[in-house]
């Protein structure tokens, strides 16, 4: 049986059509499947970004805060002190500039630190102990009332030993009854070191 040329035409185009059809269909389903498998590891990622938090840190209260030196005073003109309340921290500062940070405690809720603007007061020692609270500290200097509200060192109980469970909450919860708890190498180097009316700001 002859085939006429235009029969061949339409047999080849007919031929050529069903071949790219097909060849889409494939493709198509491959694009699906694709997508199909990467549906769930997407989720997954997402949802494991949003639960990810960060590990406290462990602080060393013996130690200073930060690794580097502390900052050598006599070479700035206005250095002053800010405690900032929420970030539970102290600023070392020469005018804005930060010097050194500080972890601190300060008052817990009833035995609030008093805010405002103060200054470092004559009034400093090496050691003190109140037989009210039962709790007592090292390295102390006054900022307000002249010895009533002070920086010093992680708390002692009356064997002059360091309450390990109040220094651990160091840089993190507010829990001192109204003065400003640093590690005891921080508390030593301010009262070896800071000068009396230095302008104190707790915020």
Known sequence: MKISVHQLIWVTIGAISLTIF???????????????????????????????????????????SLSRPYPKLAK??????????????VYLKNHDQTLYT??????????????????????RGQHFFNTQSGEGANYW????????????????????????KEAQQLGKVANSHGCIRLTI????????????HTPVVVS
């Not at 694709?34 to 060393?60: G, L, Q």
């Not at 800010?82 to 921290?89: E, L, P, T």
């Not at 809720?109 to 008093?114: F, I, Q, Y």
């Not at 190498?185 to 009396?196: P, V």
């Open 22 to 64: 097909t060849g889409f269909g494939h493709l198509f389903a491959r694009h699906h499947q694709a997508i199909a498998s990467n549906r769930p590891i997407t989720k997954v990622s997402h949802s494991a970004t949003k639960v990810t938090t960060p590990v406290p840190e462990t602080v060393d209260w013996h130690k200073p």
């Open 76 to 89: 700035y003109d206005d250095i002053n002190i800010q405690v900032s309340i929420k970030k539970q921290r």
């Open 141 to 164: 200097v006054s900022f307000k009332d002249h010895g009533i509200y002070l920086f010093h060192s992680v708390p002692v109980d009356a064997n002059d030993q360091y309450i390990v």
């Open 102 to 123: 500080m972890l601190a405690s300060t008052g817990k809720h009833g035995s609030d630190t008093p805010k405002g603007h103060f200054e470092i007061q004559a009034e």
């Open 185 to 196: 190498a921080d508390a030593k180097w301010l009262y070896e070191n800071i000068s009396t």
